[in-house]
């Protein structure tokens, strides 16, 4: 077997367990996306029922399932803390929604 042979082999297993890893994070971008659409579906739901536009951030949702948000921005170092506080204002389905949309263009199949 020539040595070009043997490093398409290998070139063919190692694209193979690549695209199990692109698969897995195409899955995972999806769930992302899916969980964006029912959190927005949400915000609509609770919308319809107050008669006002009803919009939860981050820090909200996380508060619901016992995560102190704004504590854990105020203990962030300098910068760090401006930051987590601006994604703890926005609401959550628009970060995870964008955190989806991106790695579902990241790695999506190439040909």
Known sequence: ???????DILGCVSGHQ????MAAFRFISWILVAIAIALLGA??????EAGEPVIRTSAEV???????????AEN?????????????????????GLIGVVMTLIFRPME
Do not use: C, E, Q
Request: proline share 6%; charged share 10%.
């Open 1 to 7: 077997m020539r040595a070009g042979a043997a490093f």
């Open 18 to 21: 690549g695209f199990d890893r």
């Open 43 to 48: 915000d609509a739901v609770s919308s319809m």
């Open 62 to 72: 996380l508060a619901l399932i016992g995560v102190n948000g704004p504590a854990v």
């Open 76 to 96: 962030s170092p300098g910068g760090l803390a401006k930051a987590i506080g601006t994604v703890l204002n926005l609401p959550l389905w628009a970060v995870v």
